[in-house]
């Protein structure tokens, strides 16, 4: 299963990069409600990350318990 969540981080980090992107395309553009947008994107994929990467060190820390 760390396998899988890891493979998954990594794809969720390629949509964040190309979503990125999009961004900087908008902010040259001057379009502010598709920069709110992206930006909202792009923050629940960090979180969404970071919440996957807690899953994997609780499943090692409760690993080395056991």
Do not use: T
């Not at 990069?17 to 994929?45: C, P, T």
Request: overall charge positive; charged content about 40%.
């Amino acid at each position: 299963m760390e396998h899988l969540i890891k493979d998954l981080i990594e794809q969720i980090s390629i949509r964040k990069k190309n979503e990125m992107a999009h961004f900087e395309k908008y902010k040259k553009e001057e379009l502010k409600d598709l920069m709110l947008i992206s930006s909202g994107k792009i923050m629940e994929m960090e979180h969404v990350i970071r919440e996957m990467k807690e899953m994997i060190k609780y499943k090692l820390k409760r690993k080395n318990y056991l």
